[in-house]
């Protein structure tokens, strides 16, 4: 396993809470939920779709794509508020055990405070965009259920790394693309920003960790992340989106899991992160096959 330099935990805590003053938003001011959306905007990059170059993509009406992108980004928000829930239990159960008088801990605190924001703000432009919930379906909602339930340690901050950074990734292109509407833009920039403290926190806690991790901890944890990170690649784009523009949604499933532009996609937004988790011993032996399953590897 490669060796990083990590910082001391509780002065990296401190910076965080000091960026947590002075870099954080309120969605609730801080977006103007009143405007209307922009007309011939997107509401994620035209190529970012799951169809993008596919038989039906050739089919639809440049309107009808439209309209699928805004089905979709909300698609993916909804599948991170999901997990952002996950993680605030996970880090709630994390923090009942330890000092609280520790920046630390003080931290996780403050990271919960941020994922509640982040949930309320992506749920309210779902609603914006008068879309329906796009619920993970039943058998990944349980399993989301049992992951924050048994999740800790490597799998804990493994997880939480994985949706984060592929998130992290195509918001950071949506963010800057004048194509997109502004509310999606706005939203992405917020996420951005605080998600970056996030990601740092999580990266910083796995390198402490992995070194006092056994072998059969790091082989339940391989298994953990690569359940999740399966889970979530075929969960971003919830098949009934493609109901909204006239697509069975198994046969629109279907041609987005063999289309090579979202293929690539998956793959492009997990670039960074599957080769720190490599170097972590935490992508590889049995369960890599869920990762290139995924299409993330």
Request: hydrophobic content about 40%; proline content about 5%.
């Amino acid at each position: 396993m490669a060796t990083r330099t990590v910082n001391d935990r509780e002065a990296t805590a401190a910076r965080l809470l000091q960026s947590s003053l002075d870099h954080s938003y309120e969605p609730a001011i801080d977006i103007d939920w009143a405007a209307p959306l922009v007309e011939g905007l997107w509401g994620l990059p035209e190529r970012r779709s799951s169809l993008y170059g596919t038989e039906l993509w050739e089919g639809l009406t440049e309107e009808q794509r439209r309209t699928l992108t805004f089905h979709e980004v909300c698609s993916i928000a909804r599948i991170g508020l999901w997990f952002e829930i996950i993680l605030m239990q996970m880090l709630l159960r994390y923090a009942y055990d330890r000092d609280p008088r520790r920046a630390h801990i003080q931290y996780a605190l403050t990271e919960i405070a941020d994922e509640c924001r982040h949930s309320t703000m992506f749920a309210k432009m779902c609603s914006a965009y008068g879309v329906p919930d796009y619920a993970p379906r039943p058998l990944t909602h349980e399993l989301g259920r049992l992951f924050k339930t048994i999740g800790y340690g490597p799998a804990m901050f493994g997880g939480t790394l994985f949706v984060e950074e592929i998130l992290d990734q195509m918001q950071r292109e949506c963010m800057r693309d004048e194509t997109v509407q502004p509310l999606t833009r706005m939203v992405n920039k917020i996420h951005v920003t605080e998600e970056a403290r996030h990601v740092r926190y999580a990266r910083e806690e796995l390198l402490r960790i992995m070194p006092k991790t056994d072998r059969k901890q790091k082989m339940i944890a391989r298994f953990l992340l690569a359940r999740i990170a399966y889970l979530v690649a075929r969960n971003l784009v919830h098949p009934d989106v493609y109901a909204a523009v006239g697509i069975d949604p198994k046969a629109g499933h279907r041609a987005a899991l063999a289309n090579p532009h979202w293929q690539e996609t998956l793959r492009w937004s997990a670039r960074k992160l599957v080769p720190f988790l490599r170097e972590q011993e935490l992508i590889g032996g049995t369960w890599e096959f869920l990762w290139r399953r995924g299409y993330l590897v």
